[in-house]
């Protein structure tokens, strides 16, 4: 008896500390992105695109760049059939 509860409290552990730990790596993986620069294109892409990028202060620019990357690293985007898929994203990130 004594020993299914030390049981049941292991298992417990162990599954909180893999929320815990898949937590953190999401969020250090989200970082990274966050820091790294968007390619050429994407920025060419946003300054002909999207009326209000231009606007931005740099600081407001570089966060919507992470957002950009966080955005299309974790969505899958697929057409169906003959449809051609065009979406920009960079208007999901302002708005979100």
Do not use: T, W
Not at 14 to 37: D, F, P, T
Not at 39 to 66: M, Q, T
């Amino acid at each position: 008896m004594e020993l299914d509860i030390i049981l049941v409290i292991a298992v417990g552990i162990m599954i909180v500390a893999g929320i815990i730990l898949a937590m953190y790596l999401k969020r250090r993986h989200r970082q990274k992105l966050m820091a790294e620069q968007l390619p050429p294109e994407y920025l060419d892409i946003l300054e002909k695109n999207v009326a209000l990028y231009s606007l931005l202060p740099d600081k407001l620019k570089k966060e919507l760049h992470g957002r950009i990357a966080i955005f299309l690293d974790e969505k899958d985007f697929e057409g169906c059939g003959d449809l051609e898929l065009k979406f920009c994203s960079s208007f999901s990130c302002l708005i979100s």
